[in-house]
Structure formats: structure tokens, C-alpha cells
């Protein structure tokens, strides 16, 4: 189930997010005091839900770049709580909202560490194509340059079930 994030809730977003190590992220400690005042500023207000599994807040899912063709997201899935499915449900129900309600948007965009090897999986299963890869681009907390890539999905695709493969060998 998907609850759309109200920022008189603030508390409990800053408790989720300080609340777990993200090392996939950029910023793997998050700090309670810089998630409410990202809540004050409006950060989350594009489009951000709670995701619940048996009436707990398992992740959050926020939407942004709405106003473009190829808007992005940031999903994260509190850790008793991986490995169940909750990522897959997230992104194909994210992707149905993105292509049902927005008529402008023409891809959906996403970028994870190349290790990241469930949000790969997600994408894939999500009918996701890797469209990048960034060599030693995404560094984490102690300096060392990880590689990331670059998943989309076309509208098209979408509609009709099929995969349009990236043309790589144009060279
Ligand atoms: C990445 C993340 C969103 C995936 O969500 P999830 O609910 O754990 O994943 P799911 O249960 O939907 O699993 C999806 C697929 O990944 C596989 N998978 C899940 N965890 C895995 C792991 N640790 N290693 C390898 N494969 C894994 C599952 O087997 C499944 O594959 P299948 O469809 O072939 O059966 C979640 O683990 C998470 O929030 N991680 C921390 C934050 C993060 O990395 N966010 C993404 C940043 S871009």
C-alpha cells in the first residue's frame, strides 16, 4: 500500500531515514535534523509515499522532476524488510502512476552503484533497461569511486510489454 507523505509528518520520515544505514546511497548516515529541514523546505513535496506491508512503514518512495519528460525516484526499503518483493511492487506500481497520470512523461530514469545488485534486479524485473554506465563515478563514505548505471524505461515499452534495446554498437 502506498500513503502519500504528509509533511506534518516529518518526524517519522527523519526517525525511518536516521534510522537505518543506506550504503548504497551517497550519504549513508542520515541526520534527523537535515531530513526535517529538507521536510521544511519542500524537498519532499514533488511526490513522496510512505510504502506500508502489514500495517508497518516498511520504505518510502519519493517521485521527483515531475515537471519533465523523464522524471527519477529514490527508493528505500527499511532493511527487516527486503528481499520480500516490497522493491518490485514499488517500481512497477511507481512506473503505472508516472505513465497513467502524467501524459508527458515519455521515460522513467533511474541510476544505482553498480553493486547495488537488488536495485538491478528491481529495474530488470520492472521491465528497466541499462541505458549507462559511469565508470568510478558514485563515491561512497570512505572515497572509494564505485561505477553506476543507468536504467530507463520507454513509455512504448510500457504500453506495449516489449523491450527497445539501447543501439551501443553504433560506433
Ligand atoms: C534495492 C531495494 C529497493 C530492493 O527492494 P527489495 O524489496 O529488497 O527487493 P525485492 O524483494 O523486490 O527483490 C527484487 C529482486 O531482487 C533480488 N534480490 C533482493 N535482494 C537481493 C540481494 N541482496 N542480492 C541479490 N538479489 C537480491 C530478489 O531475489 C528479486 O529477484 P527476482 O525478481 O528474480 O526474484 C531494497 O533492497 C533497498 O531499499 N535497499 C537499500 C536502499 C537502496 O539500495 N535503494 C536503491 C537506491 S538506487
Not at 30 to 36: G, I, K, P
Not at 42 to 71: C, K, M, Q, S
Request: proline share 2%.
Amino acid at each position: 500500500m502506498f500513503i502519500k507523505f504528509d509533511a506534518a509528518d516529518g518526524e517519522a520520515l527523519a526517525d525511518f531515514l536516521a534510522g537505518e544505514r543506506w550504503p548504497f546511497h551517497t550519504i549513508e548516515i542520515v541526520e534527523r535534523a537535515d531530513v526535517l529541514k529538507r521536510v521544511a523546505d519542500g524537498y519532499y513535496d514533488d511526490e513522496t509515499y510512505w510504502i506500508e506491508a502489514d500495517g508497518e512503514r516498511a520504505g518510502i518512495v519519493r517521485l521527483f522532476d515531475l515537471e519533465d519528460e523523464t522524471p527519477m525516484f529514490d527508493l528505500r526499503i527499511g532493511e527487516r524488510h527486503r528481499g520480500k518483493g516490497l522493491g518490485r511492487d514499488a517500481v512497477t506500481w511507481l512506473t503505472d502512476r508516472l505513465f497513467g497520470e502524467f501524459a508527458h512523461v515519455e521515460r522513467i530514469e533511474g541510476t544505482t552503484r553498480q553493486d547495488n545488485v537488488a536495485m538491478r534486479r528491481v529495474f530488470r524485473r520492472c521491465g528497466y533497461v541499462k541505458e549507462a554506465h559511469y565508470r568510478k563515478a558514485w563515491p561512497d563514505a570512505s572515497g572509494h569511486k564505485h561505477d553506476s548505471v543507468g536504467y530507463a524505461i520507454l513509455r512504448r515499452d510500457w504500453q506495449t510489454g516489449e523491450t527497445t534495446v539501447p543501439d551501443f554498437h553504433d560506433e
